[in-house]
């Protein structure tokens, strides 16, 4: 079978910066098996692949309110499938904002609220166009939930495969799980110079992740009070085949949650700033994220991005899963 793999970079408009995904608009004829070959052989954080939506009744739900101008339809109307070079994941912010913008060019659609069915439940996603009439998309993301803080101990083990010492990472505020579709650990730094010199052992750091039960570690720092972002970050997942994601919606949109929860936003019901991620590897981005409030808690989060067609493979997947390149 004949596939084309759309490139992609999320959160930018420069391309080679951001976050690159591979986009597959036309997947219904392929099997899981395939997928993942196309992925490993494309090799990029995650590649997603658009199906044609699930019968109603298979329906996992998602987020049940209308935030931002979105409405959550009765049914979705695609699936998304998402798979980094050695797994299948539920959900990627990054693969999802570069797939709606992929299928607006094709189509020529300026304006749209879809409704995306994944392996974390059905979420909204809205198209609109730019200030210069380019597609930007918003994804509303899965359930806010907060986990359990990281002890001394855990926090002792991951500053160790970071290489920093465990005293740059702050105490005053929790190292924390939380998910908004997909689990991450949030751990804030100190410095900002520290954030952006570390080098990671990743085998280390993936060799850790079965004794945290979560694979996805995103470190941050607050900004400068003169920046234009709020937060910066950098996140690592090498359990998952991805040693460090460049821009991540599914890490900034937890860290969305965890800033409100921590205090460290406005008290107010809509906040909405400005995250960097990927300065250290020369593949700066920028996510907004947008948290709603509603009785004091934090019931939604949106992340929302700009997008920029890098190119395209044309590839040939046996039945078998064998991948290469069309001439």
């Known amino acids: 079978m004949d596939v084309t793999v759309l490139l992609v970079d999320a959160f930018t408009d420069k391309v080679g910066k951001g976050n690159r995904a591979g986009v597959v608009l036309d997947a219904e004829k392929l099997s899981p098996a395939q997928m993942q070959a196309i992925a490993a052989y494309v090799n990029v954080s995650e590649t997603a692949f658009l199906l044609p939506p699930p019968a109603a009744d298979s329906v996992k739900g998602g987020i049940p309110f209308d935030f931002g101008g979105m409405f959550m339809p009765d049914a979705a109307d695609m699936l998304v499938r998402f798979f980094t070079p050695t797994v299948e994941v539920p959900v990627c912010g990054h693969a999802t904002i570069a797939t ?20 974390a439940g059905r979420m909204p996603v809205l198209v609109g166009p730019d200030a210069h009439g380019d597609p930007e998309v918003t994804m509303t993301q899965g359930e806010p939930r907060l986990g359990r803080e990281v002890d ?44 952006h010199d570390m080098r990671p052992d990743f085998k280390a750091l993936a060799a850790l992740a079965p004794r945290l039960g979560c694979a996805s570690l995103y470190v941050f720092v607050e900004a400068a009070e003169d920046c234009p972002y709020r937060i910066d970050g950098r996140m690592f997942c090498p359990a998952e085949g991805i040693n460090e994601d460049p821009v991540t919606g599914m890490a900034n949109g937890p860290a969305g949650v965890y800033l409100a929860t921590h205090g460290m936003l406005p008290d107010e019901e809509t906040v909405t700033f400005l995250a960097r991620q990927g300065f250290a590897m020369g593949k700066e981005g920028f996510v907004d994220v947008t948290v709603y409030r509603f009785g004091g808690a934090v019931v939604a989060v949106q992340i929302a991005g700009k997008a920029v067609l890098a190119g395209e493979l044309r590839l040939r997947v046996s039945d078998e899963g064998t991948v290469s390149p069309l001439p």
């Open 100 to 119: 709606h913008y992929a299928l607006a060019k094709a189509k020529g659609i300026r304006e749209a609220n879809h409704a995306m069915e994944t392996g």
């Open 152 to 195: 001394a101990v855990d926090r002792a083990a991951i500053a160790a495969t970071l290489g920093i010492q465990v005293g740059m990472i702050r105490t005053d505020i929790p190292t924390q799980y939380v998910s908004t579709g997909s689990e991450v650990i949030i751990m804030p730094l100190r410095e900002a110079q520290v954030l």
